[in-house]
């Protein structure tokens, strides 16, 4: 059929040649997936994801971006969501309706505490959180009606690492699903499935893309009901993610062990740094002795990665501890961290958690990519800056 210029511009004939290999996956932007043919149409399922449907279900490029983090974790199945913030929402709408209880711990992500909040004032849902150091004594917490537990190894700002082992029991014996944001490990240095959680989080943000250019988030299980029920969840909200985005992600995972062991190195020796230091009451990283939980990371955790607190001595005024961050010169002030630039943020430490009232300021520290010699003389000059 002859065709005018417009529509030759739209519907061309021409085909690549077949045979083109290497190493990047294809960056494959679609909304609109064709079918052959009627039949074909009919026979897809986009839940299961063993064919094309729609941009939002999926692509070659964000099938392999799941493939291969749900490989990472030891799960079965992956779903992506535009933020790691996205991805938690995923899990609480997919598990969650009025009536029902959730347990967050006290030292959560503060965005999934305030989502907490917002379930329980306008969605009927309860939200209870409990002290992350609970054990085994998280039983007692159990309602009838709890069906979901949020565990973070460790609290990122406070560095808590709980006792994964002992709640996933306390739950599983009362039917009672655990989740686990498991953003601070990439996923490489605790396997969530190992230590008995039923759905892994990752904010992808971190690690995985290494960038610090980029928002993602991911689910990963390895049950096919709950895979179900969350794929409904990722449907019913659209949480679609962008191919550019992860090719992003997807070009950052063949580095990301050796940069997280890269920043794990750097961020032990800059913190064994800290803990001589005697305007440092007490350095927060799960890998010392002295950190709440550190047996728990001992036992179940295979590496550290970046990041890591301090709380200053109480004699230090914010203002003091202010002026300290200020003077910081290869540290930025931003929040997030697993990008090749180290970070500072300090936290209000005391109006977030119960029991901290008499802390000293807390600043959280993510090691970068630098050397760590120069962080250390960056930290020196500039705690003389109190
Ligand atoms: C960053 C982060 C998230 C959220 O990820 P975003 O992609 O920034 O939404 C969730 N949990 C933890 C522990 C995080 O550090």
Not at 81 to 109: C, H, Q, R, T, W
Not at 374 to 382: K, T
Request: proline share 5%; aromatic share 8%.
């Amino acid at each position: 059929m002859k065709k005018s210029i417009q529509t030759s511009l739209i519907h061309n004939d021409y085909q690549p040649p077949a045979g083109f290999g290497a190493f990047p996956v294809p960056i494959h932007h679609a909304s609109t997936v064709l079918f052959k043919d009627v039949a074909a149409l009919r026979s897809g399922d986009w839940k299961n994801k063993n064919a094309y449907t729609y941009g939002l279900h999926g692509t070659p490029t964000t099938f392999t971006l799941e493939a291969r983090l749900a490989a990472i974790e030891g799960g079965s199945h992956c779903l992506l969501a535009p933020s790691g913030l996205a991805a938690i929402a995923m899990v609480d709408f997919a598990l969650l309706k009025s009536g029902d209880d959730v347990l967050l711990p006290e030292n959560v992500y503060n965005p999934n505490r305030e989502l907490g909040r917002w379930l329980a004032s306008d969605f009927g849902v309860t939200a209870r959180y409990y002290d992350p150091m609970i054990g085994a004594g998280i039983a007692a917490l159990i309602a009838p009606n709890t069906r979901l537990i949020w565990t973070e190894a460790p609290g990122s700002v406070s560095m808590e690492v709980p006792d994964l082992r002992a709640i996933c029991h306390a739950a599983h014996q009362r039917g009672v699903l655990v989740a686990l944001d498991n953003t601070w490990s990439g996923g490489l240095a605790l396997r969530g499935f190992d230590v008995g959680v039923d759905i892994v989080m990752q904010a992808l943000t971190k690690y995985q893309s290494g960038g610090s250019d980029v928002l993602m988030g991911a689910v990963v299980t390895r049950e096919q009901g709950l895979i179900d029920r969350l794929a409904m969840a990722h449907m019913r909200l659209g949480l679609g993610v962008s191919a550019d985005d992860a090719y992003l992600v997807l070009r950052g995972l063949p580095t990301v062990k050796l940069r997280f062991d890269a920043h794990d190195a750097g961020a032990r020796r800059v913190a064994a740094w800290l803990k001589t230091r005697p305007e440092v009451a007490k350095v927060l990283h799960p890998a010392f002795a002295d950190c709440p939980g550190h047996e728990h990371w001992k036992r179940d955790f295979h590496g550290a990665g970046g990041l890591f607190s301090v709380l200053f001595d109480a004699r230090y005024s914010e203002q003091q501890t202010d002026r300290f961050v200020d003077a910081l010169t290869l540290f930025g002030i931003g929040y997030s961290w697993g990008g090749a630039n180290s970070l500072v943020m300090p936290y209000r430490i005391q109006s977030m958690r119960k029991g901290w009232a008499d802390a000293g300021v807390l600043v959280r520290l993510n090691i970068g990519l630098e050397d760590p010699a120069d962080l250390i003389a960056d930290l020196e000059q500039a705690l003389g800056q109190l």
